[in-house]
């Protein structure tokens, strides 16, 4: 069965600082996705990471995709308040792509 | 990329009764997808709706709790029947991306059941 992890589970930084959010799982996967939730708000796309070693990047974050690892990581490079709220990792099923299972979020707090 | 509406974008119900849950998309797609996401917690699929067949399950869901239908390429709905309030959830509707895009997601429904 497809898990996926992610730490920290909450995360509370100071503008300007940078800081990384893991994304681990525990079976093969086609895809790695990246969301933003903003309270109340759906789910904003940030990243789709297809294979090995792919890095994307956006503003302030990079997300990257270990494949052997099973890691994926979304790094923030000097956070600002903008950045504050819950980032959700998911992965693609193996067994049927495109039925994604979630991590358990991110909440990130980026004080002033 | 896709641009999903949902319907209604939230209610208050009464425990017992239905609510369905619209979903319609610009562009014609082959998968749509039904996620709950329970009060602070993460998101879990539901089901998934493909056009011209039943709905397919996912383990803890089904279908007398959770009929879905799929009439055509650009629309689904989702009924919760015989609500509860451990049934208030955000419900969110989302679909395939094409070729190497990432997959869509509806602004949701927010669902209070008293």
């Known amino acids: 069965e497809l898990k996926v992890e992610q730490n920290p589970l909450f995360l509370s930084m100071q503008e300007g600082k940078n800081y990384t959010i893991y994304c681990n799982y525990s079976?093969?996967?086609?895809?790695l996705y990246w969301y933003r939730q903003d309270p109340g708000k759906s789910l904003e796309s940030l990243f789709v990471?297809?294979?090995?070693?792919a890095v994307k990047q956006e503003g302030r974050l990079m997300a990257s995709l270990d494949t052997k690892a099973r890691l994926s990581t979304l790094h923030i490079t000097a956070a600002v308040h903008d950045l504050s709220a819950t980032y959700f990792c998911a992965v693609d099923r193996m067994d049927s792509s495109y039925k994604l299972i979630f991590g358990s979020g991110t909440r990130l707090l980026v004080r002033p | 990329s896709a641009v999903i509406s949902q319907k209604p974008s939230r209610d208050i119900c009464q425990r017992g009764t239905s609510l369905t849950i619209q979903c319609q998309v610009d562009?014609?797609?082959?998968?749509m997808f039904w996620y709950r996401q329970q009060p602070g917690q993460s998101l879990t699929l539901i089901a998934t709706?493909?056009?011209?067949?039943?709905?397919?399950?996912e383990s803890g869901f089904v279908i007398d709790k959770f009929p879905i239908s799929r009439p055509n390429l650009t629309f689904s709905t989702l009924t919760v029947s015989n609500m509860s309030p451990e049934d208030s959830s955000i419900y969110l509707c989302?679909?395939?991306?094409?070729?190497?895009?990432?997959?869509?997601f509806g602004p949701g429904t927010r669902l209070l059941v008293l």
């Open positions: 562009s014609q797609v082959t998968m």
């Open positions: 990471l297809l294979s090995n070693g």
């Open positions: 079976t093969t996967s086609d895809r």
């Open positions: 989302s679909v395939e991306g094409q070729g190497q895009e990432t997959q869509y």
């Open positions: 709706a493909n056009q011209g067949s039943e709905a397919t399950y």
